[in-house]
C-alpha cells in the first residue's frame, strides 16, 4: 500500500522528539539532526574525530549521498525512512570490529520485530530481511590509529514510510515497512526501540560476552546454498555456521571449508529437481 504524503510528513523526527523517554545509558544521549545531509556517516565520523562521546547519535530526514556496502548508493524519499549513525568507542582490537556490526544488527532486527510484528531476519552480514526482502541495512566503518580501534561508525537506514514500488533506482528485492504492514509507522518509535535493542547488546558486547549465538540464530543465510562475492573471487557453497567474530563458513562442494570476513552475498535455493535459483 502506498503511503500518501501527508502520512508521511506528518511523521516528524527531531532530537528532541528522538531523546523524549529514549531510557538508555549510552546510545542517543548526544542527537545530532539534519534535515538534509550528504550522509550521516561522514557527519559522525567528523564528530568521532572531534573527540564526541561514545553513544553520539547522528540522525536525518534525508541523505543526499546515502551510501550502503561495496559503495552502492542508499537511497531513501525525504522524510520516509530512517537513516542515523552512531559513534561507539569500546575495547576491542581492530579485527574484532565487525563484532559491533553483530550488536547493531541483532538489535536493529529485535527491534523490528518487537516494534511491528514484521518476522525479521538478518541476511549476512549487515542486511535485514523481512520475508525474503530488504528492509534495512547496517555499515560500519572503523577509525583505526596505529593498532588501536578508537571508534566504529555504525550507519542504520531502515526504509520506513514509502512504496518501494514507486522510487526509481531502488533495487527490486527491496521493501519497507509501511509495504510490509500496509500501513504508516512512526519513525520516531522505531528509532527509540532500536536505539534501546542495540544498547542491550552493546553493554554485553562492551563487558567482554560473545554474540554468535544471538547473531547465528537470526541469520537467513544458514544452511542455505550461497554465492558470495568477495574481493578476490567468487565463492559457492552451503553456509554452516558463523565464528566468533560473525564470518560465514561456508561448505564448498569439494567438501572443503572456507571463512569470509566479509562479502557481497546471494541466497539461493535448490529445488526438486536439483537446479538453483536465486532470492
Known amino acids: 500500500m502506498a503511503m500518501t504524503n501527508v502520512e508521511m510528513t506528518n ?29 550521516t556517516n561522514d557527519a559522525a565520523r567528523q564528530l568521532a574525530d572531534a573527540g564526541k562521546p ?14 550502503g556496502r561495496l559503495g552502492r548508493a542508499w537511497i531513501a524519499p525525504a522524510r520516509s525512512s530512517l537513516l542515523m549513525s552512531l559513534v561507539l568507542r569500546l575495547d576491542l582490537r581492530p579485527a574484532q570490529a565487525s563484532r559491533v556490526t553483530m550488536a547493531v544488527t541483532l538489535g536493529a532486527c529485535d527491534a523490528i520485530r518487537a516494534e511491528t510484528g514484521l518476522p525479521a531476519q538478518i541476511k549476512w552480514p549487515n542486511d535485514l530481511l523481512v520475508r525474503g526482502k530488504k528492509c534495512a541495512g547496517i555499515l560500519a566503518e572503523s577509525g583505526i590509529v596505529g593498532e588501536k580501534l578508537e571508534y566504529v561508525i555504525v ?3 531502515v526504509n520506513v514510510n514509502f512504496a518501494v514500488a514507486s522510487v526509481a ?8 515497512i509501511a509495504d510490509e504492514l500496509g500501513r504508516s509507522f512512526p519513525r520516531a518509535q522505531l528509532a527509540q526501540a532500536i536505539l534501546r535493542a542495540i544498547e542491550v547488546y552493546y553493554l554485553r558486547l562492551c563487558a567482554g560476552q560473545n554474540l554468535r549465538d544471538e547473531y547465528k540464530h537470526r541469520l537467513a543465510t544458514l544452511d542455505q546454498f550461497v554465492q558470495a562475492q568477495t574481493a578476490q573471487q567468487i565463492v559457492e557453497g552451503i553456509a554452516v555456521d558463523v565464528d566468533e567474530n560473525g564470518a560465514l563458513v561456508l561448505q564448498r ?5 572456507v571463512q569470509l570476513l566479509a562479502g557481497d552475498v546471494t541466497l539461493s535455493h535448490r529445488d526438486s529437481e536439483g537446479t538453483l535459483g536465486n532470492s
Do not use: F, W
Request: hydrophobic letters at 35%.
Open 11 to 39: 511523521d516528524k523526527i527531531s532530537a528532541a522528539i528522538i531523546q523524549e523517554d529514549l531510557r538508555t545509558r549510552i546510545l542517543g544521549r548526544r542527537v545530532v539532526y539534519y534535515e538534509r545531509i550528504g550522509s
Open 54 to 67: 561514545d553513544g553520539t547519535l547522528v540522525i536525518a530526514d534525508e541523505q543526499s549521498a546515502g551510501r
Open 155 to 157: 550507519g542504520i537506514g
Open 169 to 176: 533506482d531502488i533495487p527490486p528485492d527491496a521493501t519497507s
Open 253 to 257: 562442494a569439494n567438501g572443503s571449508i
